[in-house]
C-alpha cells in the first residue's frame, strides 16, 4: 500500500461536523470579519455624531433646569418675605383693633415709668417681662404724658403675637411699635448697648427709616413698606425693615409696627442654605439696584461689579454668558414679586457645563468600549455558531427533533412532566437536558404565577377595602367642615346679636344726652345704665374669652386636694345666706359619709360650676319654686346636684344645652340677661377635671331640670346608706 492512501483516511474528514466546519469557517468568518470592521468604523462615526448632538441638547437643558431652580428659589424667597410681611401685617390689624375700641377711661391704667440714667430713657416699673416699653429722653424730668403712658400700656396687647411670630420666623430678629411721639414697645429685649446714627438724635425714633417709611403707606391700604439697608441702632449689623402705619377709625395715626431682618441672619437663613454651591454666589439687590445682601464668598468680586449695569431692567427674568474679570461666567436674575427686589447668581461658565462635558466624554469612552467588546463577542459567537451548528449537522437530528416537537406540544397545552431521554448524541443530550430543566422552571414560574395571581386578587381586595374605608373616613370629615363652618357662622352670628343690643342702648343713651332729651337732673342715672350695659359687654367679652382659653386648654387648673363635703357645706352656706335675703326656697342634702370624699380639683373653678347652676335655678324658676343643692357619691365620684322646679327645658333643647350662646326660646327669655355661655364654660371645666356636666328633666315633680356635676374620687369610698337635709 503506497503512503499516500495510508494517511488518506486521517487527511480526509471522516465526519460531517468536520466538513460542515470547514465549510462554514471559510464562507461565514471572512465576511463576518470584514463587515465587523467595516461596522464598527461607521457605528463610531455616527455615535461620535450622536455625542456632539446630545451635549448641545444637554446643556441646554441644564441651563433650562438650572433656571427652573433659581425660579423656585426666588420664589422660596418671596415666600420668606411674605411670612415677614404677614407678620407685620397682622401685628397692624390688632393694633388697629387695639386703638379702634372704645376702653372705659375708668378702667384703664397707664404704665407707670421708672427713669435709666444709663440708657437715659424712662421703662415700664415692675416690668412682667412680656416686652419692653420704653421712651427715650435726656431729661429724667421730661416724664411721659398720660395719653403716651395710656397708649403705651394699650400697646402690651400685642405681646402674644410678637412673641409668636418671632419664635415661629427665623427671619425675624425683632418686632415693634413705635408711638408718634417716640415711645416703644419692642420684643424680645435687646441687653446689648445701643448705637445710634449721628445724624439723627437719639430721641428721635421718628426720625428713622423704619417710620419714616412706613407713612408712605397710606391709611386704609393693607400694605407693607420695605427699608432700605442700614446700620441698626443696636450692635446687629445691617438690616431691612418691613414697616407700615397705624391708624385708628379716624384715620388718626397712632404709630407704627415693624419687623427687623437682619442682612446676616437673612443670608444665613435665605441665600447660604439655597445657594450651596462654592463655585457661584447669590446677591440680592434693591429696586435700585444697590446691594442689600450677597454670600461672603462673593463680596470682594462683587465690589468691583458695576450693578446697576450687570443687573439692568432689561435683563431681569433672564440669563447671559458674559466675560467678568477675565472669565467667561453665566449670570441668573429674577425679580422678587412681593419687593421687587432682583436675585443674581453668577456661576463661572466651565463649572456650571463641566459634569456635562465629563459626563459625555465619559459615556463616549464607555460606548466605544462597549462597541468593541460586543463586536468581538459577536465574532466569537458567531465561531462558535458555525461549530456547533457543523456538529449538529453532522448528527441524526431527526429522533431529537421529533421529541422536541413532541414535548413543546406537550408543553403548549400546558404538560410540563415530559422528561426526554437519552438521544446518544452528546450535542443533543445537552440540549434535551437545558429543555428539561426549562421545562421544569417553567413549571415552577407557572405555580408561582398563580400563586402570585391569587395574593395580587386578596391585596386587591385589601385595597378596595381600604379605599371605602378611606372614602367613608374623607365623608366624615367633610361633614365635621361643614358642621365647624356651620357654628362658626353662629358664633358670629350669636356673637352680634350679643352685643347689639347693649350697644344700641349705649348709643341711644347717648344721643338722648347730647340732644338734650334727658334732663340733667337725670343724666346721673342714665350714664349709670351706660356703664351697666358697658359691664354686661365686658362680662360677654371675659365670657367668650374665658371659654376660648378653656376650649384650647390655655387656661390651666390648679389641683389641690379638696375636702368635697367641707366644699359642699362652704357652697351651701353661701347660697342659704343670699337666698334667706331674696326669700327663696333653698334647701341642703348632703349624706353623713364614713370617711372623707376626697377630690383633686381647683376648688375656684368647681366653685364657678357650682355657682352658675345655682344661679340658673333661681334665674329661671319662679320667686315660690324650691330649690335643692345636694351632695351624693358613689365607689367612685362624688356628685353635685341642683334641682329646680321651674319651668324646665324642653327633652329637643336639652342635647344642645351646653352649645356656646345656646338658649332655650330666646324670644322667651330675652328679658332674662346671660349670653348663653355660662353652661358651656362651667361643661369645659367638667372636662378640665375629668368629671362629667349632664342635665336631665326632675320627672319626680314634674317640671324642672336637675344638673349633675359628676367629680372622680381620688379614694374609693363606701357609700352612704343615709342622708341628711336642711331646709331653710
Known amino acids: 500500500m503506497s503512503p499516500l492512501k495510508k494517511f488518506k483516511p486521517v487527511l480526509r474528514p471522516r465526519t460531517f461536523a468536520f466538513q460542515m466546519l470547514a465549510a462554514m469557517l471559510t464562507v461565514s468568518l471572512v465576511p463576518l470579519l470584514l463587515l465587523t470592521i467595516f461596522a464598527g468604523k461607521t457605528v463610531t462615526s455616527q455615535l461620535n455624531h450622536f455625542n456632539s448632538m446630545n451635549t448641545a441638547l444637554t446643556e441646554k437643558n441644564y441651563i433650562s433646569m438650572y433656571e427652573a431652580n433659581i425660579d423656585g428659589q426666588v420664589r422660596a424667597i418671596d415666600t420668606e418675605l411674605r411670612l415677614v410681611e404677614d407678620a407685620v401685617l397682622l401685628s397692624k390689624s390688632l393694633a388697629e383693633s387695639i386703638f379702634s375700641v372704645k376702653h372705659n377711661a375708668d378702667s384703664e391704667v397707664p404704665i407707670e415709668f421708672a427713669y435709666d440714667t444709663v440708657k437715659q ?20 424730668d421730661n416724664y411721659p404724658s398720660p395719653e403716651q403712658a395710656l397708649d403705651l400700656a394699650k400697646a402690651k396687647a400685642l405681646f402674644p403675637l410678637f412673641k409668636s411670630e418671632t419664635s415661629r420666623k427665623p427671619n425675624i430678629v425683632s418686632i415693634y411699635y413705635i408711638h408718634p411721639h417716640d415711645g416703644s414697645f419692642f420684643y424680645p429685649e435687646y441687653t446689648g448697648t445701643a448705637k445710634r446714627d449721628p445724624n439723627i438724635p437719639i430721641y428721635a425714633l421718628t426720625s428713622y427709616r423704619f ?38 377709625e379716624n384715620r388718626v395715626l397712632r404709630g407704627v409696627v415693624a419687623a427687623d431682618v437682619t442682612i446676616e441672619r437673612f443670608v444665613d437663613n435665605v441665600l447660604d442654605t439655597r445657594f450651596g454651591d462654592e463655585n457661584g454666589y447669590a446677591l440680592l439687590l434693591d429696586r435700585d439696584h444697590e446691594l442689600i445682601a450677597a454670600q461672603q464668598h462673593g463680596m470682594e468680586e462683587i465690589q468691583g461689579l458695576q450693578l446697576a449695569t450687570l443687573f439692568s431692567n432689561e435683563t431681569v427674568d433672564s440669563y447671559r454668558s458674559l466675560e467678568i474679570n477675565g472669565e467667561q461666567k453665566l449670570v441668573f436674575s429674577r425679580s422678587i414679586p412681593t419687593t421687587n427686589w432682583i436675585l443674581g447668581y453668577i456661576i463661572p461658565e466651565h ?44 448528527s441524526k437530528v431527526s429522533r431529537p427533533v421529533n421529541l422536541l416537537t413532541g414535548a413543546f406540544a406537550e408543553m403548549g397545552e400546558g404538560q410540563f412532566s415530559t422528561a426526554l431521554n437519552d438521544t446518544r448524541t452528546l450535542e443533543f443530550n445537552q440540549l434535551l ?29 385589601q385595597r378596595t377595602e381600604e379605599l371605602r374605608e378611606i372614602n367613608t373616613e374623607l365623608e366624615m ?39 338734650g332729651t334727658i334732663p340733667p337732673a337725670d343724666t346721673g342715672i342714665y350714664l349709670k345704665r351706660i356703664y351697666e350695659d358697658i359691664q354686661t359687654i365686658n362680662q360677654f367679652v371675659r365670657n367668650l374669652n374665658e371659654l376660648s382659653l378653656l376650649e384650647t386648654r390655655q387656661l390651666s387648673a390648679e389641683f389641690n386636694r379638696l375636702d368635697a363635703v367641707e366644699f359642699f357645706d362652704t357652697a351651701a352656706t353661701k347660697w342659704d345666706v343670699y337666698t334667706r335675703l331674696a326669700k327663696r326656697p333653698f334647701s341642703v342634702a348632703r349624706p353623713q359619709p364614713s370617711m372623707p370624699l ?34 351624693e357619691h358613689t365607689g367612685e365620684a362624688v356628685i353635685f346636684r341642683v334641682i329646680d322646679a321651674g319651668a324646665g327645658i324642653p327633652e329637643d333643647a336639652l342635647p344642645f344645652i351646653f352649645n356656646s350662646f345656646y338658649r332655650v326660646d ?28 349632664t342635665v336631665m328633666t326632675n320627672e319626680a315633680h314634674g317640671s324642672g331640670c336637675i344638673f349633675s356635676l359628676s367629680l372622680p374620687l381620688q379614694q374609693p369610698a363606701v357609700p352612704a346608706l343615709t342622708s341628711t337635709t336642711h331646709p331653710t
Not at 351 to 375: C, F, G, M, W, Y
Not at 603 to 619: M, Q, T, W
Not at 668 to 677: A, D, E, K, Q
Request: with cysteine; aromatic share 6%; charged share 25%.
Open 666 to 693: 330666646k324670644s322667651r327669655n330675652s328679658s332674662i340677661p346671660g349670653s348663653g355661655l355660662g353652661l358651656s364654660i362651667a361643661k369645659e371645666i367638667a372636662d378640665i377635671h375629668g368629671g362629667e356636666l
Open 433 to 461: 437536558r437545558s429543555f428539561n430543566r426549562m421545562s421544569s422552571k417553567i413549571r415552577e414560574l407557572m405555580e408561582q404565577q398563580n400563586e402570585h395571581n391569587v395574593q395580587l386578587e386578596h391585596k386587591v381586595e
Open 351 to 394: 463649572k456650571l457645563l463641566e459634569p456635562i462635558h465629563n459626563a459625555t466624554e465619559k459615556l463616549s469612552a464607555q460606548t466605544r468600549d462597549q462597541l468593541v467588546l460586543q463586536l468581538s463577542l459577536l465574532g466569537i459567537v458567531a465561531f462558535c455558531l458555525c461549530v456547533t451548528l457543523a456538529f449538529y449537522l453532522r
Open 211 to 248: 417710620y419714616s417709611d412706613a407713612l408712605n403707606v397710606r391709611p386704609n391700604i393693607n400694605r407693607v413698606a420695605w427699608t432700605k439697608p442700614y446700620f441698626d441702632i443696636t450692635p446687629r449689623g445691617w438690616m431691612f425693615t418691613a414697616t407700615t402705619p397705624v391708624y385708628d
Open 121 to 140: 430713657r424712662f421703662t415700664e416699673k415692675n416690668s412682667s417681662g412680656e416686652g419692653v416699653i420704653s421712651v427715650r429722653s435726656n431729661n429724667p
Open 598 to 631: 376626697i377630690v383633686n380639683g381647683d376648688k375656684h373653678l368647681i366653685g364657678r360650676v357650682i355657682d352658675n347652676l345655682i344661679d340658673n335655678a333661681l334665674k329661671y324658676s319662679d320667686a315660690d319654686c324650691p330649690i335643692v343643692f345636694a351632695l
Open 477 to 515: 370629615r367633610v361633614n365635621e367642615l361643614m358642621r365647624i363652618e356651620h357654628w362658626r357662622k353662629e358664633l358670629l352670628m350669636n356673637i352680634s346679636h350679643d352685643l347689639k343690643t347693649p350697644i344700641t342702648l349705649i348709643r341711644g343713651y347717648i344721643d338722648a344726652i347730647t340732644d
